[in-house]
């Protein structure tokens, strides 16, 4: 019996390395870059320029894999997906992270061949209407019409809503999130509902954006964040420990403006991040300066978060629940040691 389970774990580790799918990291390197999945276009998330230049929160964490590990935030390939193709492009090994604007879900988590390794953006579901329809609260929008993107947690929320108050209403679905805002425009449905940075991110794409508001309530808890294939710990630990680069660097200031002080400082946390001691690369298969090139390639997640979501963006999204744990927010990375 023992052999035979001890042949069946070779069997599926060997297969798993014969599609290529064991060890990502490996994979990446020899690659030479990183496949990256994206959203089709969501300002301050992702969104391509006419050159096809990627920009946003998500593109960005992306860009600091990269950094880490490649040692260039350039070498990715982004591929952009709708919410409903986004899980089986990173099952089938088509992407090797899932950075998108995806809620953290108990389900996607346990059953779906894929593990979440933190929270990029601390969210949570809305409404947004046209001004002329006087509405001020969501518990007005009776018998209403809603326009939403199929295959999300948007879908859900409204449901378990609209049902427990009793309400009525009229649900819009479409593949595409582009359609979505389309068909609310011109005066498809009389709301739309979305993760609300969605909602601001989709409301500079309206005709007259200034006749349209986001309601005040949010309906659910959408905590999103990037994802990879179940089974591959070392890659996740990568992924995950980025996304803490980004955020520990922001808490010990250090980014992009503040690099050089940095690799002068004789404080001993600033020493480990900047990799002048201590052994942290090591420990995740990578070179000692890996946190020191996405902190100066990219830049810490404040720095992150302002250029593309904060007031040096169109979107003007104050920090909130998306400050650091220091300044009364919910991020809190975990011990660089
Ligand atoms: N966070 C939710 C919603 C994600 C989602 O796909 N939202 C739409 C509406 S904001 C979207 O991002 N669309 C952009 C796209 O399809 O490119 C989820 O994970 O299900």
């Not at 001691?277 to 990219?298: C, H, M, S, W, Y």
Request: proline letters at 3%; aromatic letters at 8%.
């Amino acid at each position: 019996m023992k052999t035979l389970a001890l042949s069946l774990g070779a069997l599926a580790l060997l297969s798993a390395s014969v599609k290529g799918r064991a060890d990502t990291l490996s994979d990446v390197k020899q690659r030479g870059y990183l496949k990256c999945g994206v959203s089709q276009g969501l300002p301050g998330f992702s969104t391509a320029d006419k050159e096809g230049r990627w920009f946003g929160i998500d593109v960005d964490l992306c860009r600091a894999i990269a950094a880490g590990v490649l040692g260039d935030q350039a070498k990715v390939k982004y591929t952009p997906l709708s919410a409903k193709e986004r899980f089986t492009a990173l099952q089938s090994g088509e992407i090797d992270v899932l950075s998108r604007n995806t809620s953290y879900t108990l389900q996607r988590d346990a059953s779906m061949g894929i593990d979440f390794v933190g929270v990029t953006y601390y969210d949570g579901q809305g409404f947004m209407v046209h001004k002329k329809l006087g509405v001020t609260s969501a518990d007005q929008l009776v018998n209403a019409s809603i326009c939403i993107n199929l295959g999300t947690t948007t879908e859900l929320n409204v449901a378990d809503f609209f049902r427990s108050r009793k309400i009525k209403y009229k649900l819009v679905t479409f593949e595409k999130n582009d359609e979505v805002v389309a068909a609310y425009d011109s005066g498809r449905c009389d709301a739309m509902s979305s993760d609300q940075s969605g909602l601001y991110a989709d409301r500079t794409k309206l005709k007259h954006p200034e006749d349209h508001v986001i309601l005040p309530e949010k309906i659910s808890k959408e905590p999103l964040g990037p994802a990879v294939r179940h089974g591959d710990n070392r890659w996740g630990d990568i992924v995950r420990w980025t996304l803490f680069t980004l955020l520990e660097g922001e808490e010990l200031d250090v980014g992009m403006a503040t690099m050089e002080q940095a690799k002068a400082s004789d404080k001993p946390a600033i020493r480990r991040i900047v990799g002048s001691e201590g052994e942290l690369g090591k420990n995740l298969g990578l070179d000692p300066q890996f946190a020191q090139r996405i902190l100066t390639q990219v830049g810490n997640y404040g720095e992150v978060f302002e250029r593309n979501l904060g007031m040096a963006s169109p979107l003007k999204i104050e920090r909130g629940t998306n400050a650091l744990w220091t300044k009364g927010g919910l991020h809190y990375p975990m011990p660089f040691r």
